[in-house]
């Protein structure tokens, strides 16, 4: 598996001159690059976890929307910068709906190819670092059980110990025992802390 290193770009064109022209530029910018003729070959040697993917819609074999395609199947959380030529747009507009980042028309401005890419990396950046807090929400919250998740629930609502009580027809110490069980398994301090995790974890809940 490849290293996880956020300043990767990743090149596909089968186009030699563009391919070799856009390699030196980023280079020269101090990203680390890895380019490929097609898409097969880019599938077949990388295994990207980090980075941004600037790619050419149109190529033989593969297209550039059908590699984007399997990507977004196969789940790969990678930004991508779309090369278009003129007339192309259409299917550019296709490749927005598919998720990707942002396009490019050839012949594209140089500074406005940089800026593009160092927008994804950020990007990049940030939907791992989202994906990364949900997980870790996730893995605190399993180990409650299925009373304490009421509980929780209940508490995001803005219900009160007693109020909960009487909900669900047990003690108002009960219900302090369990909310205490609660922020002690989910590893926070605060009841805010809290429901921050159960929000990140995606849990959906009703918070006043």
Known sequence: MMPIIDTTVYIIDDDFSVLDSLTILLETEGYHVMSFRSA??????????????????????????????????????LPIVIITA??????????MKLGAFDFIEKPFDDKLLLDTVANALQHGR????????????????????????EVLDMVASGCSSKLIGDKLGISRRTVEIHRANIVRKAGTRTLAE???????????????
Not at 138 to 146: F, K, Q
Not at 194 to 208: P, S, Y
């Open 40 to 77: 097969r070959a880019f599938l077949e040697a990388a295994k990207p976890e980090a980075g941004c993917l600037v790619l050419d819609l149109k190529m033989p074999e593969m297209t550039g929307l059908e590699l984007q395609e399997r990507l977004k199947a196969e789940t790969t959380v």
């Open 86 to 95: 003129y007339g192309e747009v259409r299917s550019a507009v296709e490749a």
């Open 126 to 149: 940030v939907q791992r670092e989202k994906r990364m807090a949900r997980q870790l929400a996730e893995e605190r919250l399993t180990s409650l059980s299925a009373r304490e998740m």
């Open 194 to 208: 809290l429901l921050m995790l159960a929000r990140e974890a995606g849990l959906g809940l009703d918070v006043k």
